[in-house]
């Protein structure tokens, strides 16, 4: 279970990518949570990635995501 921050942090994220990638958020959240993204980096990694600047996470996950094998 994620803390309260971690929860709008990743729903900000989530909405970032949207954004990016021209998929609705319920699309990426599909991606991030069917690669595991969602729970094991942006979840787990939180202190860190909190951090960091938005185009670089975006940056950051859009070329996680490709790694895994999926076209955004």
């Known amino acids: 279970m994620c803390k309260k921050e971690e929860l709008e942090f990743s729903v900000f994220l989530i909405h970032q990518l949207s954004y990016a990638w021209n998929k609705t958020p319920v699309k990426v959240y599909e991606i991030v949570n069917k690669t595991g993204i969602l729970d ?23 070329d996680f995501v490709r790694e895994k094998g999926v076209a955004v």
């Open 40 to 62: 094991n980096y942006i979840i787990r990694c939180y202190d860190v990635l909190h951090t960091m600047g938005e185009q670089y996470l975006v940056n950051d996950i859009t």
